[in-house]
Nanobody, 126 residues
Framework: QAQLSESGGGLVQPGGSLILSCAAS????????RAWFRQAPGKDREFIGD????????FYADFAKGRFTISRDNANNVVYLDLKNLRPEDTAVYYC???????????????????WGQGTQVIVSS
């Protein structure tokens, strides 16, 4: 059964860092792109970035460039989101997502994703 599960969220002070993990079960995710989204209270789900199946290519939303980094470990079927220099406006639930058998990256619309994790909460506050 294809499942995604995020972890690593928590409370962090402004300027701090976190690394989120997205563990996957099933072969469907191991060699295919995976994306990260976030959703703040009262706002739409927002694309952060995605990574190709082999990890060689990434695509980021403008707000994420320079602060957020996506990487993956296919041996363990895990994708990471490295969050640096966090700001209060980064407070949100962070989700990973997959589309299944598709190699394209830079896919920003949440409706194009079939598989979602349960999310992990990130709170940036002093």
């Amino acid at each position: 059964q294809a499942q995604l599960s995020e972890s690593g969220g928590g409370l962090v002070q402004p300027g701090g860092s976190l690394i989120l993990s997205c563990a996957a079960s099933g072969h469907l995710f191991r060699h295919y792109p995976r994306a990260w989204f976030r959703q703040a209270p009262g706002k739409d789900r927002e694309f952060i970035g995605d990574i190709s199946g082999n990890g060689n290519n990434t695509f980021y939303a403008d707000f994420a460039k320079g602060r957020f980094t996506i990487s993956r470990d296919n041996a363990n079927n895990v994708v990471y989101l490295d969050l640096k220099n966090l700001r209060p406006e980064d407070t949100a639930v962070y989700y990973c997502a997959g589309r299944g058998v598709s190699l394209r990256i830079g896919v920003t619309g949440p409706r194009e994703y079939r598989y979602w994790g349960q999310g992990t909460q990130v709170i940036v506050s002093s």
